[in-house]
């Protein structure tokens, strides 16, 4: 075993330590990022806002999905969403006040435990004002897409808005919350596009072995879903 | 909708109790007011400025909707740490399972974004040179250290905070913030000044690797000699 650093050694490294603090001002992009995703908090809390009415439309969606038949239900018990599809809505949204997000990569970590580190810094109440709709899709779309997620985001959005593609805009994780069942993107993190005044969604599908991922544009405005595009992303250069 | 000026006057307290009670406005100037200190501690702690800007993000999320579970025992400045370190360790525990990520590729982005501000308004280049290097040498030792380990130096020997404050903010005893802080250092110190030139901060091991082996030229060790035909 090593000798003990010194009293010296110890206060060095406590100096080189206060000299590498990051002492300037959040990045412009940073800032600017947090401000969007405030005013969309913000928007989300005001019942006039769109959103809502997004929200509205999925449940009404989900109601009746719920009722369709049994075939569905089947599809979803095979990707375990049964509860969030057919259930009341109420225990998924318990299950997911449980913590505040629970990303793809936590799930397939198997994390997935109903206290994480993340809550330590709440108390286990009832959160004010909830968005209503973030329960059912808290996991895939209140967490801040990863590099990798973003990169294919802006991929797809380039092959998309190549020639004659009409304007493609990029909501913003936040307002995904009305789209798409959950049997749809069971293993995709959902990101919602608007082409051309059509609300749509992008599946980000796991990363292939190869580092490769297939993304889908699906309409989920209509019942079922329709996937109307499909890109396959390539590796990122910096996994090779 | 409160009147700018009366916002910025209002204190942390004050402005989350307004957002509880709907206040549009109030979680964006409480949430404005701790932005820069709150970024450093993502950057340092996450050790990368994406990783570090999803987690303040997440962070703002989670604290912007679950504000009533604020306690109200600790300080809102606090409470706030808490929740973007433990998002920042979220996050970091989720990009060790995606990929064993060793040093991020862009290291010189990483050391310079944030963490360019300096006493000196204008250092010899040489200076500069050095100085940067020496940081981006702190962080990249940093990152090698536990999650938990390099949440407690961030907070208690970049960021100044008391060992009691981190405790709180971390969620944990006093004895286990001081325990992490010395394993920390003790870590770093060997990372950090072991090979710096003209100078040897430790003894040497005491179990030194054995000389390697000389070989032997003695003939019966050989390999047997295949006899002539």
């Given at each position: 075993m090593p000798d003990q650093p010194s009293d010296d050694d110890l206060a060095e490294?406590?100096?080189?330590?206060?000299?590498?603090?990051?002492?300037?001002?959040?990045?412009?992009d940073v800032v600017a990022r947090l401000d969007e995703t405030l005013a969309t908090l913000v928007a989300e809390r005001s019942p006039a806002e769109p959103v809502d009415e997004l929200v509205a439309r999925r449940a009404k969606r989900r109601r009746v999905i719920a009722g369709a038949g049994l075939v569905a239900a089947a599809t979803v018990v095979a990707a375990g969403f049964l509860g969030q599809l057919v259930g009341s809505g109420d225990e998924a949204d318990r299950a997911s006040d449980d913590r505040?997000?629970?990303?793809?990569d936590e799930q397939e970590a198997g994390q997935a435990e109903a206290s994480t580190p993340g809550d330590a810094g709440?108390?286990?109440?009832?959160?004010?004002?909830?968005?209503?709709?973030?329960?059912?899709?808290?996991?895939?779309?209140d967490k801040p897409l990863n590099r990798d997620e973003r990169r294919a985001v802006r991929y797809t959005l380039e092959r998309l808005t190549t020639g004659h593609t009409p304007q493609t805009d990029l909501l913003g994780s936040l307002s995904t919350v009305a789209f798409c069942p959950a049997g749809v993107a069971d293993d995709a993190v959902v990101v919602p596009i608007q082409v051309a005044g059509s609300l749509q969604a992008l599946l980000l599908r796991p990363l292939e072995s190869d580092g490769s991922r297939k993304v889908e544009v699906v309409d989920c405005s209509v019942d079922p879903p329709v996937t109307t595009d499909s890109v396959t992303v390539p590796p990122s250069p910096s996994r090779k | 909708m409160t009147d700018p000026a009366q916002q910025t006057e209002r204190s942390d307290r004050e402005l989350l109790a307004a957002h509880l009670e709907g206040d549009s406005e109030a979680f964006g100037v409480l949430f404005a007011r701790h932005r820069d200190r709150l970024w450093a501690v993502a950057l340092r702690t996450c050790g990368h400025p994406e990783d570090a800007a999803d987690a303040l993000q997440e962070a703002l999320i989670s604290a912007f909707r679950r504000a009533g579970s604020f306690r109200g025992d600790a300080q809102v400045t606090t409470w706030l740490h808490r929740v973007v370190?433990?998002?920042c360790l979220d996050r970091i525990r989720a990009n060790k399972v995606r990929a064993a990520e060793a040093l991020p590729d862009d290291l010189e982005e990483w050391a310079g974004r944030g963490s360019l501000g300096t006493t000196d308004p204008e250092p010899r280049p040489d200076e500069a040179a050095e100085a940067a290097e020496r940081r981006t040498a702190v962080l990249a030792a940093l990152g090698t250290l536990p999650e938990e380990q390099r949440a407690a130096l961030v907070l208690v020997d970049m960021e100044g905070y008391s060992v009691a404050e981190v405790a709180?903010?971390?969620?944990?005893?006093?004895?286990?913030?001081?325990s992490r802080c010395a394993r920390g250092r003790a870590r770093l110190a060997a990372l950090l000044l072991e090979h710096r030139p003209g100078e040897r901060r430790h003894a040497p091991p005491r179990n030194q690797a054995p000389a390697p082996s000389v070989p032997s030229m003695d003939p019966a060790r050989a390999p047997p000699v295949e006899p002539a035909p």
């Open positions: 490294v406590r100096r080189l330590l206060r000299a590498a603090r990051a002492e300037g001002p959040a990045p412009d505040p997000a629970l990303s793809l709440m108390d286990k109440g009832t959160p004010l004002r909830e968005a209503p709709a973030a329960s059912e899709y808290a996991a895939r779309s | 370190v433990n998002a709180e903010i971390l969620d944990c005893a006093p004895g286990t913030v001081k």
